[in-house]
Structures are given as C-alpha cells and as structure tokens.
C-alpha cells in the first residue's frame, strides 16, 4: 500500500513538473516547440529522478593479531544517492505526428555516498588477548580510522543492492512518463542494459 501511494505521488509530481516545464519561457518562443521532444528538455528533471536514501546500520570491524585482536563498533548513518544520467539518455523511433518515442537510458548508479559524521557514533573499542597490554593509542587508532573508512564504503554499497537500483529505475520511469504525458506524448523508457529489448515501459 506504501509503495503504491508512493508511486500515485512520483507520478502526479511527474505530471505537475512537466506542466511547469512546459510553460517555461521556451515554450512561448515557437508555438509548436512544445511539441518538441529533446533530451535538453529533461535535465530539470534530474533532481527528481535521483533516489535518496537514509542509511543506518550496525558495524563491527576487526584487526586479528597473533596473540590477540582488536575490534570496533561503530553506528552508522548517512545517505545515497542513485542517480540516472539524463545527459546520456537519447530518443529513438520519434513520430512527431503520433507524438510517440522511445526514451533509451543508462541504468541508475550510485552517484554520491555520505557519511554523517554528526550522527556516526563509536559504540565502543574491545582488545582481546596480549593486546590488552600493548602500550599506547597505535592500535586503538587505526581500527577507528578503519571502521570510519569501511562505513563510507558500507553506505555505497547499500545503494549498490539490486532492490535499490530497481527502485530507483522505477522512481525515473515514473518521473519521466508524468513529464511527457503533460506534454501530450506516449513515451516508452527502455534501459540500455536490457539486451534483448524486453525492458520497455510505458
């Protein structure tokens, strides 16, 4: 039910933005350049075409050592974003008097992952073994430095999960077919990395 409210909102946002997009100063210069697909048409749609995610997750990063080990746990929070590169995407099969087209785009990638370092907390620093007695903060440093690095790398990789990226194609989908609906065009979106063509939606 969630994602189906989800969806009914990217697409009434979709048609709402197109509407907007359509009234721009543009489209007051020629009449019938309304009617005209390009894809320089899209890039104010990007923003709305990425998907943003809040990432929370639990860690434990490990130093083993001969005669004992070192471990931290840290609580991590951050975002990704899985954006689809609009300046990539190209039009094929354009019917200017039927109004249809194909719209072909790259897949989704992650394109910025962030730690936040305001909400990241280390929950705590054990030592196992001899390494209860090793003098100094060497040690203890470098597992934090390490746990801190493998969060910035744990926050990519959840955008990364295939569940991700799918939804981030279908939060594109959606966006795309409310802005060309507005404009009065039946526009199918296929992904280029669907080799057998089966991929389109409309």
Known sequence: ??????????????VVTGVSLARWPWSSRAPT???VLTIDRLRPLAELTTLALDVADVQETRIEGHVGGISAVLLVKGE???????GKARLEKVDGAQKTAILVLDPPAVSTATLDQDHTRLYAVTEQGLWLITPGDRLYDEVVNRAFDQAQHAIADAGNRQEMLDKARRQAEIVLQGFFSALGWQVSTRWSDDTLGH????
């Open 199 to 202: 991929g389109e939606s409309q």
């Open 33 to 35: 350049e309304s009617s």
């Open 80 to 86: 990704v974003r899985i954006a689809t590169d609009l």
């Open 1 to 14: 039910m969630k994602q189906f409210v989800l969806n009914l909102l990217l697409l009434l946002l979709g």
